[in-house]
């Protein structure tokens, strides 16, 4: 009774209507008037502009990357329940929090309340570099945390959480991280976990190897679970009252809590635009909604109809807004039912948690029906036989449809509702049979680039079945049988209904196999335009024969699987081992100790150019960009020549005032335009600035932007480097960068006793993927000045360019840079335009200006690595020893001069690292109406290691012998190394690759792990493995880099140096340098206290000059050597003031002490030197080596890399915890290079994969499962920064070990093919392999119709007998 009256009081207040938006962020109250909330608002707008909780990074929004992460907490006063789960703030629409409190990172911790264990264990696993993506993953983790001791009644007291290693290797598997390679990230949320191998988890601060696991962790930032409050007090009582605004049609959001009140609001608002929003995650895809000027937002989340989860014995039933995520938790409640539990792990893989914890099921169904959205759930549906209910409101009509019916309808006219679905109880369907004999079959499949999601599917499938032993009971009849395909190029879910009735009846035989999948190949086709088409029925055909393959010879009823599926299930969990050697010779210079501002990453407080806050009169700019490759531009213009509001103005070459020029980049080599003046000459050219009142206005209303083209008289473009060839269209490459012949090439040839002449190769491009897009902030000051905020690797090319472009003295600019969320030479370059539009506007309109650049349109812009295609001639000798190797190279560098001259000898120098006997080299460095080409992390030099290795390996198969031996053959010694390098080659002693080789075959167990590779492709029919080890090289060179160290009264040092924190670990190396090279004053400070006193500051241009760039890798060993000579300078100024306080105290001088003492005597506190290198002798070598084993999936082809091992040759490390993760993160960037990212152009030369969409980086599911890297210390090295050497970009070569693996995987298929086919010469055992090797590449070579082979050769070895 007294519960009763309870509830009902409950309800009572609830009643109470509100006219406000309430809701909290970090335990703050937010109360906003309703009528005041632009509805399209979302929250990471709102958190980012209006709030100061900036940890929220804008990635992509997309949904798509994870930056934006926040945890959001709703409270159920009747339950007297918070929900806490993560939402992606940049799909999620503000006024849809009413109610909720959001957590972000820096409300789990900061540096003023103290940090989170996760922060503070992210920092220790050294799982952070340029920090941009780090918010986001700390929420996820978080949230996964929560959750996990949640649901238990029993949480670990002991700091850890009830999470399992299992479970914190997916919390963050849908964030996207470009720096880490994601394994310490990984390693940092396992170490939470309760079963965690304390073993397991990779380097880290905390720990060392063997410790024992108690004392272990006690020594882990301890995470305590009951101080974990997610909904402050005062936000429950406002939870209290109705939700639903007061009257709510004056409102432009309201959010109906009956079909009633809904029907009311559609009917008055006739005619005006209304949007009905579940979870607003599909303006992820469909980006244009957000652009779309909706009068009203109707959320229908809190209809009871559409929230309804029923279960009975005729199925399940869900309202059309209950979340995926809740409707994967409701159909694993009945684990007995296994259809609804394949149902429900299928739709694990739709999208990532965080998009699944709002998109909802009618949403994913609406888009797919009336847009035809790739949907998987409509095709899992639709062979569950689901149904739908639908509501016209109009009439106030229930209809109810299979959804099958549903999907083939007119698009569902906008103001009708989608109710609920419902998944009926799974009977056998013939005759009522019910016998032991029959069996009912589900199962669905899914092809997509990446296994765990966040990637739309090639294809996926859904087949239901019922199956019994035929009267002879020797063999299956199909019964029934139901086969949904869809997302392969088909406006929806489609169902093989003349496969399906073929088979009906049938008792499924190798004869029957053949005659369905004759009859699916004509069945499944995609539309026209669709990439990959063969793949993707390909797919189709796979998935049938996984169905029904096991079924040929009653093997499943038997428990037998017959056609060799048995294997085709993921494997085991990310495991890692580091072998790294810390010195204490230079300490704290050598230890591997944690990144600097690590927890300020972390915790989201690190500060990145568009976390600055807006100036007063701050505007927004957006580019515009040219669609047309070669057209004269005959005007920018409006959609119907009205100027939107809020647009200030169109800033273009006519704006660059008096005394300017139209300069966009000042670089190494010739300058380029900012904007296209009166032709455009590539798809992708910046034409024009467009200036808002706000970013979102800006990116918005330049969609508004008509450019008017004129081709008339125009030669047609040149979009290909065979175009270029024959107009010769090249840029100059200047001698001494042309890349140098080695050895007589005539000779070499004819001392071959076997050659393969004019074979093709060819590369694509690759994207930077830098999570922080290209951004800058210009604040126009007094006198003509202009200061600068730019995310930049370049602040003195920025400095110039903008001083080029405005026409003032260089002294009039200033360029300042803190940190960069992330650059891989994407913002060398391609950052000056960038600023230097920002600098124009600025001073044009005599305001602040910033842009933060969209994904898309960085995309489009910034061009990427240089394509490339390859001729070649090669002489070999008979055991693979090349003699000599004729290369021709055609560049393709795009429509200006970039950096694009340094590229042949980067290609050279990785290319040579074997010993070709005699080499010539060509290249053509082609000028082509495409995106101007630039430098990505390791540019050249990995286009130059995937053609020694293409060379190789054509040379073994050519051969037919080991490759793995003609590497080895050709090898350098050290007297050709001498040869090809020269003076680069440094001493014998410094040639550390032969150690490096053979130590990996011990590290890596290679020789043992081949034959157990052998031993598996003998066995297994559907995987074949393939292992690989090669070599790299790779030439680095230091330049002039000045720095700058200051002493201030207190005994803190400041730090100055050009080189920039883009998350290599840059301030960290020089922190540790100032501290050692100050620590040889011998004061009783020692070295790591004094560590803690040293502040590297942001790059300024005007206080240190020459500052050049950060890339090339060594930027981070010159910016430390600048700072050791500037500390040499304090410490010879200071051991005269030492000595003389010795005397005086006869005693031990601390360095606090001392500097106050040399305060008094007016010494002059700060240095600032050059280091100057000498040219030729700070050039060297960096070595390193990787095995990998992959297992390629013949039927799908998906590659899955098992294992790699890495040794590289860090010399001396400087920081071995920095050097790893640059070795890790580099690898998998590299990954990302030669097996994922397709970088491609339309006819005209525009970048189509523009989002995360159709942009696929590596994600935690496809990093090595075994990552093993040791850190060869070689010793001492002359001319090196205290004998260390460089780990930025040499890694990222070592990748192609992957490649190489994938390759001899495929060889193996096809061998394997090859026993099938009646021609055994028909098979290529010679091919080549493209980059990258994606699932539609791998599947290709082993054979679109190795399904068919391999039946059509059952079928014939059966009739033969
Ligand atoms: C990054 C990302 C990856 C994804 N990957 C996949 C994937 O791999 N496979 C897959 O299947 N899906 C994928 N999705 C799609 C995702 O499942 C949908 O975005 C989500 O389910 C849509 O639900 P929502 O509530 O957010 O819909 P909303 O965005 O709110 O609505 C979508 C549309 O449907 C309308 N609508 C919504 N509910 C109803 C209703 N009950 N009645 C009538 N109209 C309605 C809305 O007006 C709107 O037009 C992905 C999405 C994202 C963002
Ligand atoms: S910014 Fe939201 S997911 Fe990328
Ligand atoms: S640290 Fe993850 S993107 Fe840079």
Redesign the pocket.
């Known amino acids: 009774m007294g519960e009763k009256k309870v509830t009902e009081e409950k309800e009572e207040a609830m009643k109470i209507k509100k006219t406000s938006l309430v809701f909290a962020v970090n335990g703050e109250r937010f109360d906003l008037d309703l009528s005041s909330v632009d509805p399209s608002t979302t929250l990471i707008d709102f958190l980012r502009n209006k709030t100061p909780f900036k940890s929220v990074k804008l990635g992509c929004g ?3 990357c994870g930056a934006c992460v926040v945890l959001l907490s709703k409270y159920d006063p009747l339950l007297d329940k918070v929900d806490d789960y993560t939402v ?1 703030s940049c ?1 999620t629409l503000l006024c849809s929090i009413d109610g909720c409190s959001i957590t972000t990172s820096e409300g789990l911790g900061n540096s003023r309340a103290g940090f989170h264990a996760i922060h503070e264990r992210i920092a220790g696993f050294h799982a952070t570099q340029c920090g941009f993506c780090t918010p986001g993953m700390t929420v996820s983790m978080y949230s996964a945390l929560l959750n996990a001791d949640k649901s238990s009644h029993d949480p670990p007291s002991n700091g850890s959480s009830n999470l399992t290693a299992a479970e914190a290797e997916k919390a963050v598997s849908g964030n996207l991280c470009r720096c880490t390679g994601y394994r310490p990230l990984v390693d940092a949320c396992k170490s939470f976990a309760k079963d965690v191998d304390i073993e397991d988890l990779g380097f880290n601060s905390f720990c060392k190897k063997g410790e024992n696991r108690d004392d272990v962790l006690k020594k882990l930032p301890c995470y305590d679970h009951t101080l974990s409050s997610t909904f402050p007090e005062f936000l429950k009582k406002e939870v209290k009252m109705d939700m639903s605004v007061d009257d709510s049609r004056k409102y432009r959001w309201s959010s109906p809590g009956s079909i009633s009140e809904l029907q009311g609001l559609l009917q008055v608002d006739n005619g005006v635009s209304v ?11 469909y980006k244009e ?1 957000k652009e779309k000027k909706y009068e009203r937002f109707i959320d ?1 989340r809190r209809l009871p109809e ?1 929230s309804v989860v029923r279960r009975d014995e005729k199925g399940v039933e869900l309202g ?2 209950v ?2 995520s809740k409707a994967i938790e409701v159909l694993r409640e009945k684990e007995s039912v296994s259809m609804l539990a394949k149902m429900a792990t299928h739709m694990e ?4 948690r965080f ?2 914890n ?7 169904i ?2 797919a029906q ?1 847009k035809q ?6 095709t899992i549906l639709v062979a569950a036989r689901a149904t739908v209910k639908i509501m016209r409101i109009s009439s106030n009509v229930q209809e109810q449809f299979t959804l099958e019916e549903f999907l083939q309808q007119p698009p ?1 006219e906008a103001k ?4 609920s679905l419902m998944i009926p109880s799974w009977r056998p369907l013939k005759n009522g049979s019910s016998s032991s004999d029959t069996h009912l079959l589900f199962e669905t499949y899914r092809a ?1 680039p990446r296994p765990l ?5 090639f294809l996926n499938a859904a087949f239901s079945a019922e199956v019994s032993l035929n009267e002879s009971r020797d063999g299956v009849v199909v019964n029934d049988c139901l086969l949904a395909f869809g997302a392969y190029g088909t406006k929806h879910a489609h169902r093989a209904r003349k496969v399906e009735d073929y088979l009906v009846g049938k008792v499924i035989s190798d004869e029957v196999l053949m005659e369905a999948i004759g009859l699916l190949k004509d069945e499944i086709v995609p539309d026209k335009g669709t990439l990959n088409p063969g793949y993707k029925s390909s797919l189709a055909v796979t998935f049938l024969f996984e169905f029904f393959g096991s079924l040929t010879t009653n093997g499943l009823l038997n428990g037998c699987k017959e056609n060799g599926f048995e294997s085709l299930k993921r494997e085991a969990m990310l495991s890692s081992a580091q072998q790294i050697v810390e010195t204490q010779e230079h300490s704290p210079v050598g230890k591997g100790i944690v990144k600097a501002g690590a927890k300020l990453q972390a915790s989201g407080e690190a500060v990145y150019v568009d976390d600055i806050p807006s100036p007063k009169d701050c505007l927004y700019g957006a580019f515009i960009y040219s669609t047309m490759p070669l057209a004269r531009i005959k005007s920018i213009r409006f959609k119907e020549n009205r100027v939107p509001e809020g647009v200030l103005g169109i800033i273009t070459y006519k704006d660059i005032p008096k005394g300017g020029q139209n300069v966009g980049t000042k670089g190494f080599f010739t300058s380029a335009l900012l904007f296209a003046e009166e032709i455009t000459h590539c798809a992708g050219e910046v034409i024009a600035f467009l200036v808002a009142d706000s970013q979102k206005l800006a990116d918005i209303e330049v969609n508004l932007v008509v450019i008017d083209y004129d081709t008339e008289g125009l030669e047609p473009p040149i979009l290909s480097v065979e175009e270029a060839v024959e107009k010769s269209s090249f840029f100059e490459i200047p001698p001494f960068l042309k890349g140098k012949p080695v050895g007589d090439i005539t000779k070499g040839m004819s001392e071959a006793e076997h050659k393969i002449l004019g074979s093709k190769i060819s590369l694509g491009s690759q994207y930077f993927f830098y999570m922080e897009t290209q951004t800058a902030l210009a604040v126009p000051d007094e006198d003509n000045c202009m200061l600068v905020y730019s995310s930049t690797q370049a602040p003195e090319y920025v400095h110039r360019t903008i001083a080029g472009a405005l026409g003032v003295p260089e002294n009039n600019v200033r360029v300042i840079t803190r940190r960069v969320g992330g650059g891989f030479g994407g913002k060398v370059m391609k950052s000056m335009p960038v600023a230097a539009a920002c600098a124009l506007a600025a001073t044009k309109m005599q305001r602040p200006v910033r842009t933060y650049v969209t994904r898309k349109t960085d995309m489009i812009t910034t061009g990427g690595r240089h394509p490339m295609k390859i001729t070649y001639s090669v002489g070999f000798k008979s055991n693979g020893k090349v003699t000599a190797l004729d290369l021709e190279l055609l560049l393709d560098a795009g429509m200006s001069e970039d950096i694009s001259p340094l590229m042949p000898s980067g290609i050279q120098g990785a290319l040579m690292k074997y010993d070709w006997g005699a080499l010539s080299y060509d290249v053509k460095v082609c000028k082509t109406n495409t995106v101007s080409r630039t430098a990505v992390r390791a540019p050249g030099d990995v286009q130059g290691t995937y053609i020694a290795e293409a060379i190789i390996e054509k040379v073994a198969s050519y051969l037919s012998i080991d490759v793995d031996e003609v590497r080895k053959v050709n090898l350098h010694a050290y007297e050709s190394l001498k040869l090809f390098y020269d003076k680069k080659a440094g001493e014998s002693t410094e040639y550390t690759l032969p150690q490096l080789w053979e130590k990996l075959e011990e590290f890596s167990g290679f020789s043992q792990r081949r034959k157990v590779v052998d031993m598996f492709n003998a066995s297994s029919k559907w995987r074949k493995r393939g292992i690989s080890r090669v070599p790299a090289v790779y030439g680095v060179s230091s330049r002039l880099t000045p720095g700058r160290v200051s002493v201030l009264s207190d005994g803190s040092v400041v730090v100055e140096v050009p080189g920039i924190e883009i998350g290599q670990g840059l301030w960290t190396k020089v922190k540790q340098m100032a501290a050692f090279s100050l620590g040889l004053i011998q004061c009783s400070t020692t070295s790591d206290e004094l560590l803690e006193k040293i502040r590297v500051i942001q790059a300024d241009t005007l206080s240190l000059v020459q500052g050049s760039v950060t890339g090339g890798s060594t930027s981070s060993e010159a910016s430390s050597e600048a700072v050791r000579i500037c500390c040499d300078g304090l410490v010879e100024r200071l051991l005269p003031v030492k000595t003389a306080l010795v005397e005086k105290t006869g005693g031990p001088v601390t360095w606090d002490s001392l500097i106050s003492q040399a305060y008094m005597q007016s010494v002059n506190m700060s240095v600032s030197n050059t280091y100057s290198p000498d040219f030729y002798n700070t050039q060297y070598l960096n070595y390193g080596v990787a095995a990998s084993e992959v297992e390629v999936n013949i039927l799908t082809g998906e590659t899955t890399i098992l294992r790699t091992d890495i040794i590289y040759d860090c010399g001396k490390s400087l920081n071995p915890a920095v050097d790893l993760g640059q070795i890790e993160g580099a690898f998998v960037q590299g990954l990302g290079f030669f097996m994922l990212e397709e970088y491609l152009m339309n006819s005209d030369g525009l970048i189509v994969t523009d989002s ?2 159709t942009y696929k980086i590596p994600t935690v599911d496809t990093i090595p499962r075994q990552f093993n890297v040791e850190i060869l210390n070689s010793g001492h090295h002359k001319n090196r920064v205290l004998s260390s050497k460089a780990s930025g970009e040499p890694p990222l070569l070592l990748a192609s070990s992957v490649h190489c693996a994938v390759r001899a995987a495929v060889k193996e298929a096809n061998k394997q093919i090859q026993t099938w086919s009646d021609n055994q010469q028909g098979v290529d055992l010679s091919f080549d392999l493209p980059v990258p090797a994606t699932m539609p590449v791998v599947k290709e070579l082993c054979g679109l119709d190795v399904v068919e082979k391999y039946l059509d050769w059952k079928i014939k070895q059966r009739k033969n007998i």
């Open positions: 997309e949904g798509g992606s799909l949007k009905l929003v579940a979870g607003n995650t599909s303006t992820g895809y909604e229908i559409l059309a807004a979340t995926i893989k739709i999208a990532t998009v699944r709002t998109g909802t099921l009618g949403g994913n609406m888009i009336r959205f790739p949907s998987d759930l409509t569902l009708s509702l989608l109710v997509a999601g966040n990637a739309l599917a995360t969409w």
